[in-house]
């Protein structure tokens, strides 16, 4: 499944993610902190490791396969193809821009 940030996903019949860069993430960084940041982190403030996940943030993602999706017919792809994110920006409910961009 293929999803960013907040709209409805699509889903691949076949998906291979490489690369990335390596970010931690929890309620209060749902963005992610960087590595340098996180250990920074854990170092000045009383805050335990296992309130955050390891995650990849912008990797190389690939599909093919049947692409389904609820806004339009299923789309059959031979070989593989590269995922690009939208670039149009969204706003959040409260009206803040939301980042763009692969976690998982």
Known sequence: MVRTNGGKPHTAEY????????????????????????R??????????????ARRLNMDVYVKGRITHADHKTVLL?????????????????GRLIAMGFID
């Open 78 to 94: 031979n070989g593989w193809h590269r995922v690009i994110p939208n670039t149009e920006p969204s706003v959040s409910a409260n």
């Open 15 to 38: 998906l291979y993610r490489t690369g990335g860069t390596l970010v931690y993430i929890n309620r209060e960084y749902p963005s992610g902190l960087s590595e340098q940041d996180y």
């Open 40 to 53: 920074r982190l854990l170092l000045n403030k009383e805050i335990s490791a296992t309130l955050f996940q």
